[in-house]
């Protein structure tokens, strides 16, 4: 194989690996999503917590 023939396959390589990626980097998001998601939960039912016998 010659050099001209790598230089012409690199972009299909590019190509075909860019869905692979995109699916990688949102489910890297969703799981950094839901471990933000129930850590802002768990903050705020504590600072809550207190509250829960006045009835407010």
């Known amino acids: 194989m010659s050099r001209k023939d790598t230089q012409y396959n690199s972009p299909k390589y590019i190509k075909d690996s860019l869905p692979l990626l995109a699916a990688i980097f949102l489910a890297i998001s969703s799981v950094v999503y839901?471990?933000?998601?129930?850590?802002?939960?768990?903050?705020?039912?504590?600072?809550?917590?207190?509250?829960?016998?006045?009835?407010i």
Do not use: T
């Not at 939960?41 to 009835?55: A, H, I, T, V």
């Open 34 to 55: 839901i471990m933000f998601r129930s850590w802002s939960n768990k903050l705020y039912s504590e600072r809550w917590k207190d509250y829960e016998d006045c009835g």
